[in-house]
């Protein structure tokens, strides 16, 4: 079983950069997906980028696409991802995840992830 820890949430003033981690231990990402996803009190979980572990072939949201980015070092099974330009609209617990049972067309759906991290907190201030 696949346990993700994420880490390098914090808070960042408007205009901001962070980068948050996913530390992936209890098994091999080989053949499978990861995913980072956010959510806010209320609302669903949101689509924010997946990478496809074997060939690295990524897709993102297109609302956040140019302003984060999805990376991987394959050594550490670590999953990145780089936040740029925030807005205090990130703001939110932003998750990762991962699944075995991922296709091209499914990346985007939290009901295909298998394993969640705990999530980490991501606080943009005007």
């Known amino acids: 079983q696949v346990q993700l820890v994420e880490s390098g949430g914090g808070s960042v003033q408007t205009g901001g950069s962070l980068r948050i981690s996913c530390v992936a231990s209890g098994g091999t990402l080989r053949n499978g997906a990861v995913g980072w996803f956010r959510q806010t009190a209320g609302k669903d979980r949101e689509f924010i980028a997946a990478?496809?572990?074997?060939?690295?072939?990524?897709a993102y949201t297109d609302s956040l696409k140019g302003r984060f980015t999805i990376s991987r070092d394959i050594a550490k099974n670590t999953v990145y991802l780089q936040m740029n330009s925030l807005q205090p609209e990130d703001t939110a617990v932003y998750y990762c995840a991962v699944g075995f049972r991922i296709i091209t067309s499914t990346m985007s759906s939290s009901s295909h992830y298998d394993y969640w991290g705990q999530g980490t907190q991501v606080t943009v201030s005007s």
């Open positions: 990478l496809k572990w074997n060939g690295g072939a990524t």
